[in-house]
């Protein structure tokens, strides 16, 4: 069964930054878009960053532009998100997820595969 594995959430003050990966486990996601989501307590998920399969077409929301910056890996089959500038708005559990889509999807339930999600907490 093919498995995502995100790592590298943790506790850090506002301002600082932290990198997420995602690994896979029991397979590959070639040719998937791949997508970094959030959830914060009492809040829906939301896609914050995708990315297509050639890594040259990119999305991010409006909270994160110009701060997160999505990439991929595809001979390690590793997807990362560069998260500077952190914000107390934005501790969440984050998870990863694939699509087979020939385009990129902001949706989170165009999304077939999630991983586990790694918590990042933001403090003040």
């Known amino acids: 069964q093919v498995q995502l594995v995100e790592s590298g959430g943790g506790l850090v003050q506002a301002g600082d930054s932290l990198r997420l990966s995602c690994g896979v486990s029991g397979g590959t996601f070639g040719g998937y878009v791949r997508a970094w989501s959030r959830q914060a307590p009492g809040k829906e998920r939301e896609i914050v960053a995708c990315i297509s399969y050639g890594g040259h077409l990119t999305w991010y929301t409006d909270d994160v532009k110009g701060r997160f910056t999505i990439s991929r890996d595809n001979i390690k089959n590793v997807v990362y998100l560069e998260m500077n500038n952190l914000k107390p708005e934005d501790t969440a559990v984050y998870y990863c997820?694939?699509?087979?889509?020939?385009?990129?999807?902001?949706?989170?339930?165009?999304?077939?595969?999630w991983g586990q999600g790694t918590q990042v907490t933001v403090s003040s």
């Open positions: 997820a694939a699509t087979n889509s020939t385009s990129l999807a902001a949706n989170r339930y165009d999304y077939e595969y």
